[in-house]
T-cell receptor, first 114, second 111 residues
Framework: DGGITQSPKYLFRKEGQNVTLSCEQN?????MYWYRQDPGQGLRLIYY???????QKGDIAEGYSVSREKKESFPLTVTSAQKNPTAFYLC?????????????FGSGTRLTVV | QKEVEQNSGPLSVPEGAIASLNCTYS??????FFWYRQYSGKSPELIMF??SNGDKEDGRFTAQLNKASQYVSLLIRDSQPSDSATYLC???????????WGAGTKLIIKP
């Protein structure tokens, strides 16, 4: 079945540590996105990519980095520069045509600073 | 003014009644409209999408779009406790595939 796989489901980060969240899709979607969601809040866009080897900053990119070396993969690194990284991280993908049918989401990664 | 606005709720509805969720948007050029459901601790899942003015029905769900008034709504008939969730409205950036998200409305169905 086609879908998006995020791993790990839970992640614990120590102070000053970089961590990488994985996102893989087999939907043949060109566009991929990373969102952050804090408790009781909406989705905030971190980064998005419309094509391989290209990506753009979203509204809250500071302290995060991404890469898009393959169409299927869009990993997110939470760097030590991100001072408050505890949140629920969601990866999504979509096609890029009109009537694209919306976004498909992965199951999310819950990151906690310890 | 936010680009996509929703009442944060919570909206409390008795079981079996109709739940009505509303969303307004600011971009008159928006062409695609989506409703997602998000259970606590889970990722959003697509319920309905609508592109044309009027109503679109799918089972107990009806999406309504009024482009002149720039609002889109979701009706849930015969509400069930399992419908209790946060409902996110998403609107396209003009004719672009990228979506702008509302903050969501929390719906509680009381048995």
């Amino acid at each position: 079945d086609g879908g998006i796989t995020q791993s790990p489901k839970y992640l614990f980060r120590k102070e000053g540590q970089n961590v990488t969240l994985s996102c893989e899709q087999n939907l043949n979607h060109d566009a991929m996105y990373w969102y952050r969601q804090d408790p009781g809040q909406g989705l905030r866009l971190i980064y998005y990519s419309q094509i391989v080897n290209d990506f753009q900053k979203g509204d809250i990119a500071e302290g995060y980095s991404v890469s898009r070396e393959k169409k299927e993969s869009f990993p997110l690194t939470v760097t030590s520069a991100q001072k408050n990284p505890t949140a629920f991280y969601l990866c999504a993908s979509s096609s890029t045509g009109f009537s694209s049918g919306g976004y498909t989401f992965g199951s999310g990664t819950r990151l906690t600073v310890v | 003014q936010k680009e996509v606005e929703q009442n944060s709720g919570p909206l409390s509805v008795p079981e079996g009644a109709i739940a009505s969720l509303n969303c307004t948007y600011s971009d008159r050029g928006s062409q695609s409209f989506f409703w997602y459901r998000q259970y606590s601790g889970k990722s959003p899942e697509l319920i309905m999408f609508i592109y044309s003015n009027g109503d679109k029905e799918d089972g107990r769900f009806t999406a309504q779009l009024n482009k002149a008034s720039q609002y889109v709504s979701l009706l849930i008939r015969d509400s069930q406790p399992s419908d209790s969730a946060t409902y996110l409205c998403a609107v396209s950036k003009g004719s672009n595939y990228q979506l702008i998200w509302g903050a969501g409305t929390k719906l509680i169905i009381k048995p």
